[in-house]
């Protein structure tokens, strides 16, 4: 079939021989996208369908001749007794169910032209970046300025006669320092100069008088013994690993293989780095920058330019009419093209803005496991991290590889923003040109700073934000607490956050680690917002690990009889046990509460829950199967940590009923879903009395939320980003791993088609949107009657 075809021709090959406008069609070159199939529906829905396909109700205004449509779509599908209607295995608030069962699901394709750049850019990038066809603007590689210049990014702070290598920064060193990126390695004199020499490796580290306190570094003195080439004692810049290894030496226990691209305890074997989406095959990933190859560019890799090959194209540009101009209309540049392609809305726009916001972040990082999801073992065998903001790569890798992208900004209905802001938050220590200097110590403060200058950066360069004042914009705020610390200018974007905090309750800071507070973050730069507006942002799943073993033993469709345990939370309770965090203020004093009603484990005074019961276990001890635990349990308790915690999304995938108890607090699409079919809420006042409360629901009741959690469970996994990753290892390695086979088997809507449906229901009906000026000329590939609110 064509489909597995590779054309070996350019785009400007192709100008070469066209000497007016050719339409050349590649519609059956690649398979389209499938339609979205209709949604299952309740038996009292089902009754409802009897009457016309296209009942409508029509009303005359009294301003106007003109008549207006309102759909009857609650007598197509109204909402069963909780207020919920179902649509794709989901339960939904009515309106917003109702509208996507009725529109969302017959939604057609519309020809979209998508405009394929050409530009050139100066020196090409002095071969130090990757040009933007688009706009022939270069991104430069970590360490260089204009992409000819070097600059310097030293890895200490200014030397004092106390501290020769300055004050303490991640970067630290004491050794050789690269200053195209600010990290350490053994350097010139050693056996093995390009090893890593992270942090405290270089220093000489005081063991402590008593045994039970920490060891402490001296960052005023080098530890030369990690130099020394004797054979009884072999420093770590100079001894072999297979000595290592037999036992032969002792090394440093703090020196180890911290940075990107390395393996092993003596980063010995070279192995791939990590790149948002590997450099879609189109570029080598360097250290988390993608180096991409001719004729394509952006971030990943994925956008394809006059120069490149047609069939190797994203799937998300397939099938596609092109209209190829002749060349010697355009003297001086390479030809631009314009295809035509088949999409369904919603489609976002995203920038490709200056890898300051992304790219460089990545590459840059002094620990490998920071910024990202994953990282690759001596094989390049995908090895997942329990990063718990992985959900930022996640999101980040499919919505450059869906099929609702564009590069059309007029055709856009969004407009995606990619500031890793996790990463900001993460690097704020790591080096000096990361410059925390004047923020007081406040990673939140320095966050802020980055979303601004991006701000500043598509409205200088780019026409869409003042067309909407950024209503049809999204950012996303991974971090504890979303996004508290959003810069004023942004707020009338939608945020994507992993906790929806209204400020009606709590409204401060609730964190209890300093340098994330944004109290003292003033009201120039901040505004007033709440951290969380319902009316137009979303709360989405945090990014959990997957776990092949919990699949193959379908916890979450674990049935009623063997949930033994009637309530289950298991998690630091703070102060009062042992290795408790010390803050009264942490969880915002909820767990604590809980623990003093229910605790099922001794605190540190050796007492028990006032409440204890044997079905209820709130406990701070480390769990041997966690998983198993929460799917022998009936309700599971979702609470804060110092913002969101991931409780929620254990609970959904193991098929727990989640417990939420945070008041003025949204959780993941607690605006869109309809929580009383499948969650409980319990005021915080209400914690002594939660116990009688559980027990208080009727066997029905519990086996209607356990099966609407059955139902949904998928809603919380980022699926498709999952096996973006297991179709690159299988192309590139002919095998699929344990994770990948089991993934590979879940066919319901995941985390990202959520919020696409999502997009797609507040883009018709979001009183949020329909502030801004509505474009009537688009085609939305909708009836008329499901257009009713937008034109």
Same mark, same amino acid.
């Given at each position: 079939?064509?489909?597995?075809?590779?054309?070996?021709?350019?785009? $400007?090959?192709?100008?070469?021989?066209?000497?007016?406008?050719?339409?050349?069609?590649?519609?059956?070159?690649? &398979?389209?996208?499938?339609?979205?199939?209709?949604?299952?529906?309740?038996?009292?829905?089902? #009754?409802?369908?009897?009457?016309? $396909?296209?009942?409508?109700?029509?009303?005359?205004?009294?301003?106007?001749?003109?008549?207006?449509?309102? =759909?009857?779509?609650?007598?197509?599908?109204?909402?069963?007794?909780?207020?919920?209607?179902?649509?794709?295995?989901?339960?939904?608030?009515?309106?917003?169910? #109702?509208?996507?069962?009725?529109?969302?699901?017959?939604?057609?394709?519309?020809?979209?032209?998508?405009?394929?750049?050409?530009?050139? %850019? *100066?020196?090409?990038?002095?071969?130090?970046?990757?040009?933007?066809?688009?706009?022939? &603007?270069?991104?430069?590689?970590?360490?260089?300025?204009?992409?000819?210049?070097?600059?310097?990014?030293?890895?200490?702070?200014?030397?004092?006669?106390?501290?020769?290598?300055?004050?303490?920064?991640?970067?630290?060193?004491?050794?050789?320092?690269?200053?195209?990126?600010?990290?350490?390695?053994?350097?010139?004199?050693?056996?093995?100069?390009?090893?890593?020499?992270?942090?405290?490796?270089?220093?000489?580290?005081?063991?402590?008088?008593?045994?039970?306190?920490?060891? *402490?570094?001296? !960052?005023?003195?080098?530890?030369?013994?990690?130099?020394?080439?004797?054979?009884?004692?072999?420093?770590?810049?100079?001894?072999?690993?297979?000595?290592?290894?037999?036992?032969?030496?002792?090394?440093?226990?703090?020196?180890?293989?911290?940075?990107?691209?390395?393996?092993?305890?003596?980063?010995?074997?070279?192995?791939?780095?990590?790149?948002?989406?590997? %450099?879609?095959?189109?570029?080598?990933?360097?250290?988390?920058?993608?180096?991409?190859?001719?004729?394509?560019?952006?971030?990943?890799?994925?956008?394809?330019?006059?120069?490149?090959?047609?069939?190797?194209?994203?799937?998300?540009?397939?099938?596609?009419?092109?209209?190829?101009?002749?060349?010697?209309?355009?003297?001086?540049?390479?030809?631009?093209?314009?295809?035509?392609?088949?999409?369904?809305?919603?489609?976002?726009?995203?920038?490709?803005?200056?890898?300051?916001?992304?790219?460089?972040?990545?590459?840059?990082?002094?620990?490998?496991?920071?910024?990202?999801?994953?990282?690759?073992?001596?094989?390049?065998?995908?090895?997942?991290?329990?990063?718990?903001?992985?959900?930022? *790569?996640?999101?980040?890798?499919?919505?450059?590889?869906?099929?609702?992208?564009?590069?059309?900004?007029?055709?856009?209905?969004?407009?995606?923003?990619?500031?890793?802001?996790?990463?900001?938050?993460?690097?704020?220590?790591?080096?000096?040109?990361?410059?925390?200097?004047?923020?007081?110590?406040?990673?939140?403060?320095?966050?802020?700073?980055?979303?601004?200058?991006?701000?500043?950066?598509?409205?200088?360069?780019?026409?869409?934000?003042?067309?909407?004042?950024?209503?049809?914009?999204?950012?996303?705020?991974?971090?504890?607490?979303?996004? %508290?610390?959003?810069?004023?200018?942004?707020?009338?974007?939608?945020?994507?956050?992993?906790?929806?905090?209204?400020?009606?309750?709590?409204?401060?800071?609730?964190?209890?680690?300093?340098?994330?507070?944004?109290?003292?973050?003033?009201?120039?730069?901040?505004?007033?917002?709440?951290?969380?507006?319902?009316?137009?942002?979303?709360?989405?799943?945090?990014?959990? =690990?997957?776990?092949?073993?919990?699949?193959?033993?379908?916890?979450?469709?674990?049935?009623?009889?063997?949930?033994?345990?009637?309530?289950?939370?298991?998690?630091?309770?703070?102060?009062?046990?042992?290795?408790?965090?010390?803050?009264?203020?942490?969880?915002?004093?909820?767990?604590?509460?809980?623990?003093?009603?229910?605790?099922?484990?001794?605190?540190?005074?050796?007492?028990?829950?006032?409440?204890?019961?044997?079905?209820?276990?709130?406990?701070?001890?480390?769990?041997?199967?966690?998983?198993?635990?929460?799917?022998? $349990?009936?309700? %599971?308790?979702?609470?804060?940590?110092?913002? !969101?915690?991931?409780?929620?999304?254990?609970?959904?995938?193991?098929?727990?009923?989640?417990?939420?108890?945070?008041?003025?607090?949204? &959780?993941?699409?607690?605006?869109?879903?309809?929580?009383?079919?499948?969650?409980?809420?319990?005021?915080?006042?209400?914690?002594?009395?939660?116990?009688?409360?559980? @027990?208080?629901?009727?066997?029905?009741?519990? #086996?209607?939320?356990?099966?609407? =959690?059955?139902?949904?469970?998928? @809603?919380? &996994?980022?699926?498709?980003?999952?096996?973006?990753?297991?179709?690159?290892?299988?192309?590139?390695?002919?095998?699929?791993?344990?994770?990948?086979?089991?993934?590979?088997?879940?066919?319901?809507?995941?985390?990202?088609?959520?919020?696409?449906?999502?997009?797609?229901?507040?883009?018709?009906?979001?009183? !949020?949107?329909?502030?801004?000026? =509505?474009?009537?000329?688009?085609?939305?590939?909708?009836?008329?009657?499901?257009?009713?609110?937008?034109?």
């Amino acid at each position: 079939m064509f489909s597995h075809q590779k054309w070996k021709f350019s785009w $400007s090959q192709i100008a070469t021989v066209a000497s007016v406008i050719v339409l050349v069609s590649l519609v059956h070159l690649f &398979l389209g996208p499938v339609v979205p199939s209709f949604d299952s529906i309740t038996v009292r829905q089902a #009754q409802n369908l009897c009457g016309p $396909s296209n009942e409508s109700i029509s009303q005359v205004t009294k301003n106007s001749s003109q008549s207006l449509v309102v =759909v009857a779509f609650d007598r197509r599908f109204p909402a069963d007794s909780h207020g919920a209607v179902v649509y794709r295995n989901a339960s939904w608030k009515a309106e917003i169910g #109702q509208w996507l069962s009725s529109c969302d699901a017959v939604a057609k394709e519309v020809d979209i032209i998508e405009p394929i750049g050409g530009r050139k %850019c *100066m020196s090409d990038c002095s071969g130090q970046g990757v040009c933007n066809h688009e706009f022939g &603007l270069c991104r430069c590689f970590h360490g260089f300025t204009d992409c000819s210049q070097k600059l310097r990014l030293d890895c200490n702070y200014e030397k004092t006669p106390e501290m020769p290598y300055g004050k303490w920064v991640v970067s630290i060193c004491s050794r050789h320092c690269d200053t195209t990126r600010a990290m350490c390695f053994c350097g010139e004199g050693t056996k093995y100069p390009n090893r890593p020499v992270p942090e405290s490796c270089g220093f000489q580290i005081n063991s402590p008088t008593n045994p039970d306190e920490p060891k *402490m570094t001296d !960052w005023s003195k080098p530890d030369l013994d990690i130099l020394t080439t004797n054979s009884s004692k072999q420093g770590w810049c100079n001894v072999d690993p297979e000595d290592a290894y037999a036992m032969k030496v002792k090394i440093k226990e703090e020196c180890d293989c911290k940075y990107d691209c390395l393996w092993g305890r003596f980063c010995e074997i070279p192995v791939q780095c990590t790149c948002v989406n590997q %450099c879609s095959g189109h570029g080598k990933c360097r250290g988390g920058f993608c180096q991409c190859d001719k004729g394509w560019f952006g971030t990943d890799c994925s956008i394809p330019s006059t120069l490149s090959t047609v069939g190797e194209w994203p799937q998300w540009l397939r099938p596609a009419h092109l209209e190829v101009p002749s060349e010697k209309n355009v003297p001086g540049n390479l030809i631009n093209l314009s295809a035509v392609v088949k999409k369904k809305r919603p489609l976002i726009y995203i920038y490709d803005l200056p890898p300051d916001f992304n790219s460089l972040l990545i590459e840059g990082r002094h620990f490998k496991f920071e910024c990202v999801n994953r990282i690759y073992d001596e094989r390049n065998a995908t090895v997942w991290t329990d990063y718990l903001y992985g959900s930022q *790569m996640a999101f980040y890798e499919n919505i450059l590889a869906t099929a609702h992208r564009t590069m059309n900004g007029e055709e856009a209905d969004f407009f995606f923003v990619p500031v890793l802001d996790s990463c900001i938050i993460n690097r704020a220590d790591d080096a000096p040109h990361i410059n925390m200097q004047n923020h007081t110590g406040l990673r939140s403060s320095l966050t802020l700073e980055f979303y601004k200058r991006a701000y500043e950066h598509i409205v200088e360069k780019y026409p869409y934000w003042n067309r909407s004042a950024g209503r049809d914009h999204i950012w996303f705020f991974s971090w504890d607490e979303g996004a %508290c610390y959003a810069p004023k200018e942004i707020w009338n974007s939608m945020m994507l956050v992993h906790w929806g905090n209204t400020n009606s309750k709590h409204n401060h800071s609730t964190t209890a680690y300093f340098g994330d507070n944004w109290d003292d973050i003033s009201d120039e730069r901040r505004g007033d917002h709440p951290c969380f507006d319902p009316r137009k942002d979303l709360v989405i799943p945090a990014w959990k =690990v997957p776990d092949p073993y919990s699949m193959r033993k379908n916890y979450w469709e674990r049935p009623r009889e063997k949930r033994k345990t009637l309530f289950y939370f298991n998690g630091n309770l703070g102060p009062a046990y042992e290795k408790g965090r010390p803050e009264d203020s942490y969880s915002m004093g909820i767990r604590q509460k809980l623990a003093e009603e229910f605790g099922s484990s001794p605190n540190k005074e050796g007492k028990l829950g006032k409440q204890h019961a044997e079905d209820v276990i709130v406990t701070p001890l480390r769990s041997d199967n966690y998983h198993k635990d929460i799917a022998n $349990s009936i309700f %599971c308790g979702a609470f804060p940590g110092d913002g !969101w915690s991931g409780r929620m999304e254990d609970s959904i995938l193991q098929g727990c009923v989640p417990v939420i108890i945070q008041d003025g607090i949204y &959780l993941p699409y607690e605006n869109m879903l309809n929580y009383e079919s499948f969650a409980v809420r319990v005021n915080e006042d209400d914690i002594p009395n939660l116990i009688n409360t559980l @027990r208080g629901f009727s066997e029905a009741e519990i #086996q209607f939320r356990l099966g609407n =959690v059955k139902e949904l469970w998928q @809603r919380f &996994l980022f699926r498709d980003s999952i096996l973006l990753e297991a179709e690159r290892q299988k192309a590139t390695y002919g095998h699929e791993e344990d994770w990948a086979v089991q993934f590979s088997k879940l066919k319901h809507d995941d985390i990202f088609a959520t919020i696409i449906q999502t997009l797609h229901f507040k883009l018709h009906n979001d009183p !949020w949107r329909r502030e801004q000026a =509505v474009n009537r000329t688009k085609d939305y590939g909708l009836p008329q009657e499901c257009l009713h609110k937008t034109s």
